[in-house]
Every structure is written in structure tokens, then in C-alpha cells.
């Protein structure tokens, strides 16, 4: 048992530490810093910059673009990339349909999708959430009807992730009714510049517009666009969710923003002197500072044991990950709140691209405060992980 | 980095585990609890025949040289099975103060008693008024040929069986002055020294200690007793670091007969076990125990940082994790226990009862997070 880190992977920590600091833009960096929506040509931007130096898909298999690295490689290059911080790279296309196409597409959909996806020539958007199907996905109605060498879709999505800057779609369609609910589901991509595809902005209690709804109309796919089997995409569906377990905990997030509170409090003032040296603010950040760094532990516990022992059989801990992760979050995001004060109150509305910037940091800090409500909700809500680790640890 | 334990440590953990199955059941407990002094000699030798009591110590001294590491696994150990027996008092704490303090004299006329199970210790530190600061002595040592002690201490673990007390007491200086305190070998049978032996809250036992005109030589101090703050502290952070890895054990355990309870306990024609507000309780204490285990493991790995003050900092993490965590996993195993947690009678009340009794000994959790905030925290 040994908490410190080898000195290759110190080397290894300071060349990716180098790299962020050379080649973030520093424009990019500033707004992730402000909690500021990036443009699609930014993110962009910077996802070439990764993938040109090799590290757009760091964790996929070396044959398809990947690095290689051990999973404690993956680790620091992940809390670097957070705490720099810079755009993760886009989770659609390299966390979540990449690793489906290379594990269970032809040679076809690998050859045609996977390199577009590492240099984010397409853009993916993920159809899974239905209005009637949150938590409960698998009673998911979006149907797909086989005609000749067609599917015809038709149904709705909704919370699609960034989709207004979408160029494909993966997609849950149910291509049998009459099976069990989970049996007749297929995991189909397709263009979203498709006739009979359209999407409604959904704006968030933030005000902004990071998610939409997708309507489907006749829309017509070819049928070499169904990944894998037929039927089979509940369990492609499984697997995607499955991967990436550890970057959920996004602790290097919480310590950028645990920094970002502990500058910001030491400027404003209350009663004459900053917010930094109330003591009851301090305990409360040293608090969630003690919180995190659990966390962080609990996180390294999961990743040494995936890097020993495999990613098959998944470690108990790793589904603190989870709930604590986004409780962290959500707390420093409280924190902010109560170093600001009465000045969170101005709003600020600004465009995706960036525009409007009239007020200072203080505009986005109300909005990131309502905005992370929403990590106990998504990727599984908090209530469905306690579900997982009752089953799943308890055996309950 | 490697969270894993080596094939030795594997086979440690192995062993005491077994030998508590063996010899530690809930009413083997209630027996040694009764016996004089509130624990059983004849474990004890078995810890020692196992060589569990030298783990510590340099070989050079007849131990085996075992880290941090170790002393987690069989703290986790004696966490599960509740034990009685004073291996904090004596190997961690006792042992801690002759490892980093003690002269080449002092470990060879103390430490193969220790090993051999004929010997225990206590730490005779907690004063009337003085809390949680280890600065705060009242209690004196006036030097002349020898040493001179005056004093009253409090709440000494195995302080009426010990043979031996190590005491803190004020050699220069006013009450709580970082310097001019000393640590002082002090045998049980000295003059002067009075015990009362009462048992604990949570079935341990302890004693009030009255120190009057008590002499000892010269050779009595552990290391310089002008300056012996720094040894105190170190010595009880890794006290504190034990005591963190046998609340996880105790957590543990009680999380384990908690949700056996659920599984088994029917009411309204099905375990209790189905309803979702207990399962999703059971989950939280889950939760809480995992933290809670990653501290442990955080602070043990600390006592090779080279800043002390780092070392500290994590020390004082862990205690507020722990303390948190286990308030809530003990208090919640009695709820989803109902009526039969409120019982002597189950065991499962009597975890609580040591990890509350864990959360209040060497400072609780309010004192910790305020040592982490002095530090300006973690991150």
C-alpha cells in the first residue's frame, strides 16, 4: 500500500500539466474559469489541438487512435485537464458511441465514424432520455420500422445535449413491440441533417441552452446504420453507460473551483475584512475540501484496482463516485453563492458564442449555482445509484 | 501508487482475523469484560504468541519492523470484534513513545515486555480542564536528583491493569505554553500513585489517576522534558490514525449486521430489506463507510510524509471524516434496528457506543476540521 505516485507518472503529470499550459487557448481557459458557455468553434478548436498531439482519445484502444497509457496515466490526465481546466473532450462521440463502434460495429462503421469522432469532424449528440423515459429508460417508445434496406423513425428525445450543434445522432429505437421492454431495443446512428429531424431548444433555470428536444418524423435511415445486432442495443446501451465510471467523480473540477472560491473570497469583503477569514466560512470550505479529498481517495482505490485487476468486475467503491461527485460539486457551487452574496442577483444574459459580456465574473456565478443542480439528476440520478449500490453491494 | 497489501500483509490480516473468530464472539466479550481490569489475559497472550503485540518495534529490538500498514489492519481487526484488550494503550501508544522518544535504555527495559505480553501500558494525559489541547498540563515534574510528580489525570485507558504510565506533565512554563512540557515513565506500584478503575461507556475500562509527590530517577523522562510536544503529538496522531482504522472496522461490522437485519426481518409479510427509504438509508451508510475507509487509508499512508505539518493536516482529515461517518453509520444501524438496537442485549448497540466513544477521544470532530481550517486545508 502506497500512496505515492511512481516517478514516470510524475514526469508524466508535469508533461501534461506543460502541455495544458501551452496550448489551452488562453480565451478558453478563461471562460471555463468564469463558468462562461464556450462557442462551438472553441471547443472545437481545442479538441483539434488535443487529438493532433494524440490525446483526443486517450483511452481507446491504440489500433483506433489511443495512447496506451495505464489507468493511473488516465487519471492525472483527466484531474489536469480539470483543474487547467479545459473543454473533457466531447463525451458523445469519445466516451460514449466511440467505444460502442470499436467493440461492437463492423469494419465499415469503424473505418467510416471512429476517426471523425477523435478530430470532432462530427459532432454527436446522444438519443437516449424520452419524456416519458428518465430513470426509467427501457420503456422508451421512439420506434424504428424496418422497410426494405430503411428504418423509419419516429418518436422524440429529449435533454439532447448540445444537438443544436449536432452532426449525428446515436439513438435507443425500439424495433420490436411485442418483446419484453428491454428486448426490442436497437442502437441506431444516423445524420442529423436527416429529412423529418428536428430540434427545439429547451432553456435551463440558468437560462441557458445547453440541452433540447429532437423530434423524429419519418425519418429515413439506411439499415447499415444499426450498430451491432438488432435488438441487442439495451446491451450496447449498458456497456456505454458502464464505461468511465471513475471520471464521474470530476474531482478535478471541485479543486479548481475550490481554489477559484478561496481567490474570489479573499477579495470580497464582509464587515471590513475578506470572506476568507470568517471562521465559520473557513470551516465550511475545509469541510468540503475534507469531503473531496475522501473522494479523491475513494476515486484512486478504483482506479489502482481497475489498473490491476481489470475493468470487468467493477470495484464496490466506485459507485460512491457518483453521489459524492456531484454532491461536492454542488456544494462548492454553494460556496460561490455565499462569497458573492447580494451581487449574485444581476443577471446576465449572453449568447452560446459568448457575446454580451457587459458584467464581470460575479454574472455566472447564480447560474452555475442553478445549472449543477442538475449533476444529481443526469447520468443516472442519485436515487438510481442508491438502487444500484442496494442491489449491486448490498444485495439487498 | 498501490492500494493493494502485500502477501505478508495478507496473511497478517488473515491471522488475527482468525484468531479473533476463534476467540472474540460477542459473548466471549462479556466475559472478559468482567474479568479484573476489564480484559482477558489470556487473549492478550494469544495476540502476543501470534506475534501481533511486537509488530512495530525494529527488529534490532526484537519486533518485526511492521509499518503504518499494519497497525491499520489489526486496528480494522480489533474494531470488527469490539476488542477489549489494550493494544492502543500499550503497542500503539506505549510503544509509539519508546519507538520515537525512548533512549536505548528505556526500549530495552520496556519493549520485550511489551512483545511478550507480561507488560501493558497507559497514557496518563487527559487533565480536568485541558480537553483536547496536549499543550494544556497542569499536572508537574520538578526536577531534583530525580523527578517529582504532582497531578491529577483522567480517563487513562487500561490505566488500572497498566504497569507502567506514561505521563505528560509541566516541567517549565505556564499551564498551555508549547513548551516545558515532559513525558514521563512512571511504574503503576510507585508511591504516591492512586488509581480508580471504572469501566467506560462503551464496555472499555479506565481510571482517575492522582499523582502525589510521586519519585522517579532520572532516567524517567522520554526524550528532552523541556520539548517533549512535538513526540506527544506525533506519538498521538498515530494514535489517532489507529483509532481511525478501528472505527472502519467497527463501521464495517455494523453495516454488515445491518443490512442482515434488513434481509432478515419481516414485517408486513416481507424482509424489511425491500422497503426503498431503508434501502436507500443502508446505501448512505454505504457511502459513509467507503469515505470513511479512504481516510483511514489516507492517514496511514501520511505517517511517511516528510512535513509534519502535512502529516498532521491529514491526521486531523481523517479524524473528521471518521467522526462523521460514524455517528451516522452508528446511529442509523440503531434506527434500522428498531426497538432490538436499543437492547444490551444486541450487539449492535455497542458499536455505537465505541465509534461515539472514538469520536470524543484525542480530539472530536469539531476540533479536527478547526485544525484543518488553521492549516488552510487540503486543497
Known amino acids: 500500500m502506497d500512496l505515492a505516485f511512481s516517478k514516470e507518472e510524475i514526469a508524466f503529470r508535469e508533461e501534461v500539466r506543460a502541455f495544458f499550459r501551452d496550448k489551452v487557448p488562453p480565451e478558453t481557459r478563461r471562460k471555463m474559469v468564469e463558468g462562461r458557455h464556450l462557442s462551438k468553434d472553441e471547443m472545437i478548436a481545442w479538441w483539434r489541438i488535443l487529438n493532433k498531439k494524440g490525446w483526443g482519445v486517450s483511452h481507446w484502444p491504440k489500433e483506433y487512435g489511443g495512447t496506451g497509457w495505464t489507468s493511473v496515466q488516465h487519471y492525472i490526465f483527466n484531474e489536469e485537464l480539470q483543474m487547467h481546466p479545459a473543454p473533457a473532450p466531447l463525451a458523445f462521440g469519445v466516451s460514449m458511441v466511440g467505444p460502442v463502434i470499436y467493440t461492437f460495429g463492423n469494419e465499415k462503421q469503424k473505418q467510416q465514424y471512429l476517426p471523425r469522432i477523435a478530430n470532432v469532424d462530427d459532432w454527436w449528440c446522444q438519443g437516449f432520455s424520452e419524456p416519458g423515459s428518465g430513470s426509467d429508460l427501457a420503456s422508451l417508445k421512439t420506434k424504428a420500422e424496418r422497410k426494405g434496406d430503411k428504418y423509419i423513425i419516429n418518436g422524440q428525445k429529449t435533454w439532447t445535449t448540445l444537438a443544436q450543434h449536432a452532426d449525428m445522432i446515436f439513438c435507443l429505437c425500439r424495433t420490436d413491440t411485442n418483446a419484453k421492454k428491454q428486448m426490442g431495443i436497437s442502437f441506431i446512428v444516423f445524420d442529423m441533417k436527416s429529412k423529418g429531424v428536428t430540434v427545439r431548444p429547451i432553456e435551463t433555470i440558468d437560462g441557458g441552452h445547453e440541452v433540447n428536444e429532437v423530434f423524429f418524423d419519418d425519418v429515413e435511415v439506411p439499415v447499415e446504420n444499426l450498430i451491432g445486432e438488432e435488438n441487442k442495443g439495451w446491451d450496447y446501451a449498458k456497456f456505454l453507460l458502464g464505461n468511465e465510471r471513475t471520471g464521474i467523480a470530476r474531482v478535478g473540477v471541485s479543486k479548481e473551483r475550490l481554489r477559484r472560491i478561496k481567490d474570489l473570497a479573499s477579495k470580497v469583503e464582509q464587515n471590513g475584512k475578506p470572506v476568507i477569514e470568517d471562521q465559520g466560512f473557513r470551516e465550511k470550505l475545509a469541510a468540503c475540501e475534507i469531503e473531496l479529498k475522501a473522494l479523491e481517495l475513494t476515486q484512486l482505490r478504483v482506479v489502482a484496482d481497475e489498473g490491476k485487476h481489470g475493468k470487468g468486475k467493477p470495484n464496490p467503491a466506485s459507485s460512491v463516485l457518483k453521489i459524492k461527485g456531484s454532491e461536492i460539486q454542488q456544494t462548492t457551487t454553494e460556496l460561490l453563492m455565499e462569497v458573492i452574496g447580494p451581487f449574485a442577483a444581476p443577471y446576465d444574459v449572453h449568447g452560446d458564442d459568448g457575446s454580451n459580456e457587459t458584467m464581470d465574473w460575479t454574472a455566472q456565478i447564480a447560474p452555475s449555482y442553478f445549472n449543477n443542480r442538475k449533476v444529481s439528476i443526469y447520468g443516472g440520478s442519485n436515487e438510481i445509484q442508491r438502487n444500484i449500490i442496494t442491489k449491486a453491494v448490498l444485495g439487498l | ?379
Open chain 2, 1 to 379: 501508487m498501490d492500494f493493494d497489501l502485500s502477501e505478508e500483509q495478507r496473511l497478517l490480516k488473515e491471522s488475527i482475523d482468525g484468531l479473533l473468530t476463534d476467540s472474540y464472539d460477542f459473548d466471549a466479550r462479556k466475559k472478559y469484560q468482567k474479568e479484573k481490569g476489564g480484559w482477558s489475559k489470556a487473549v492478550w497472550g494469544k495476540l502476543a504468541e501470534q506475534g501481533l503485540l511486537g509488530l512495530p518495534f525494529a527488529e534490532a529490538d526484537g519486533g518485526f519492523g511492521a509499518g503504518a500498514v499494519e497497525t491499520m489492519i489489526v486496528m480494522e481487526a480489533l474494531g470488527k470484534a469490539l476488542v477489549l484488550e489494550p493494544y492502543l494503550a500499550t503497542v500503539v501508544i506505549g510503544g509509539g513513545f519508546l519507538r520515537h522518544g525512548g533512549s536505548a535504555e528505556q526500549k530495552a527495559a520496556h519493549i520485550p515486555g511489551i512483545i511478550d505480553g507480561s507488560k501493558t501500558f497507559a497514557f496518563a494525559q487527559l487533565e480536568k480542564n485541558s480537553r483536547y489541547d496536549l499543550a494544556d498540563v497542569s499536572t508537574t515534574a520538578k526536577k531534583g536528583s530525580g523527578w517529582v510528580i504532582d497531578g491529577e489525570k483522567f480517563v487513562v485507558l487500561n490505566g488500572e491493569n497498566a504497569d507502567t504510565l506514561i505521563v505528560t506533565a509541566r516541567t517549565k512554563g505556564g499551564r498551555q505554553d508549547k513548551t516545558g512540557i515532559g513525558v514521563f515513565l512512571v511504574p503503576a506500584s510507585a508511591k504516591g500513585v492512586t488509581r480508580k478503575g471504572y469501566p467506560t461507556q462503551d464496555g472499555l475500562h479506565a481510571a482517575d489517576i492522582t499523582f502525589t509527590g510521586v519519585e522517579v530517577g532520572a532516567d524517567a523522562p522520554i526524550g528532552d522534558p523541556e520539548n517533549g510536544l512535538a513526540l506527544i503529538e506525533r506519538v498521538v496522531d498515530e494514535a489517532r490514525t489507529a483509532m481511525c482504522a478501528e472505527a472502519v472496522g467497527a463501521m464495517d461490522e455494523s453495516l454488515k449486521s445491518t443490512v442482515e437485519y434488513l434481509k432478515t426481518r419481516k414485517q408486513f409479510g416481507v424482509a424489511i430489506g425491500t422497503f426503498q427509504t431503508l434501502q436507500h438509508r443502508a446505501a448512505d451508510m454505504f457511502v459513509a463507510l467507503e469515505q470513511a475507509r479512504s481516510m483511514s487509508m489516507f492517514a496511514t499512508m501520511a505517517a511517511d510524509f516528510d512535513s509534519a505539518k502535512e502529516r498532521a493536516t491529514a491526521v486531523a482529515a481523517a479524524k473528521v471524516q471518521i467522526g462523521k461517518s460514524g455517528k451516522f453509520i452508528g446511529q442509523q444501524s440503531i434506527q434500522l434496528h428498531g426497538g432490538i438496537g436499543m437492547t444490551q442485549e444486541a450487539k449492535i448497540g455497542h458499536y455505537f457506543k465505541r465509534l461515539t466513544m472514538i469520536e470524543n477521544t484525542f480530539g472530536d470532530t469539531d476540533y479536527h476540521l478547526r485544525r484543518v481550517t488553521d492549516a488552510g486545508g487540503l486543497v
